[in-house]
């Protein structure tokens, strides 16, 4: 089956910075890649996310870059500000599936320093 | 709009006793849902999934159960609550797009804080 790994599993940066989370997954038949962001005590909110026919997308201070050839995809955060500070989770799955599961990476405790 | 609801928020169970958590989901038809745990500082792992009413699959085994009584209800249960369970738990609903291939994005609920003790 499907194999996310993600990393680093924690970071720190000063507000303002810029924050990259990497993940890499192992089955070349997945194509859709979302990034969540989870605040303390509620569910993940989903932020961004890609499919394979996209190598890049953006939306304000945040962006995810697919490679698909090395299947990997990174989610990257510009101009950092406290209210960032989260869990962050990649995840990777493949259409046209029917029971529509997702293998979620273990996350990236995000800190941004003021 | 689609909203999804759990219930409750917190539950604090003694071990041995039963457990019942509720998801349901509003706006929208014959989504696929999902019973995921995540324990403390952890990532998610994937319990339950359902592609219809009376439809559950199981990721790994344990000693919770799942059962979906109508479309937009998912209930997670267990007979005698280990001290293992203890968790959050989240449900999520997934869009059921037409001919049976499903969309993208899966949607998460608030969670439940489950503490067993």
């Known amino acids: 089956g499907e194999n996310v790994e993600q990393h680093p599993s924690t970071l720190s940066v000063q507000e303002g910075d810029s924050a990259v989370i990497k993940c890499t997954y192992s089955d070349s038949a997945s194509n859709y890649f979302p990034w969540y962001k989870q605040e303390l005590g509620k569910g993940p909110q989903l932020i961004i996310d890609i499919r394979s026919n996209v190598g890049e997308k953006k939306d304000q201070r945040i962006a995810v870059t697919l490679n698909k050839t090395a299947k990997h995809f990174s989610l990257h955060i510009t101009e950092t500000q406290p209210e960032d500070s989260a869990v962050y989770f990649c995840a990777a799955s493949k259409r046209a599936t029917n029971a529509g599961k997702s293998t979620f990476g273990d996350g990236t405790t995000l800190t941004v320093k003021p | 709009s689609q909203t999804i609801h759990q219930w409750p928020a917190t539950l604090v169970q003694p071990v041995g006793s039963p457990l019942s958590l509720e998801c349901t989901v509003e706006?929208?038809?014959?989504?696929?849902l999902y019973w995921y745990r995540q324990a403390a500082g952890r990532g998610l792992q994937l319990l339950f999934y359902?592609?219809?009413?009376?439809?559950i699959s199981s990721e790994v085994p344990q000693n919770l159960s799942a059962s979906r009584p109508q479309d937009r209800q998912f209930i997670l249960s267990s007979k005698k609550l280990l001290l293992s369970d203890s968790g959050f738990y989240l449900c999520?609903?997934?869009?059921?797009?037409?001919?049976?291939?499903?969309?993208?994005?899966?949607?998460f609920g608030p969670g439940t804080r489950l503490t067993v003790l």
């Open positions: 359902s592609v219809g009413i009376g439809q």
């Open positions: 706006g929208t038809s014959n989504p696929n």
């Open positions: 999520a609903w997934r869009e059921l797009a037409v001919f049976s291939i499903s969309t993208d994005t899966q949607y």
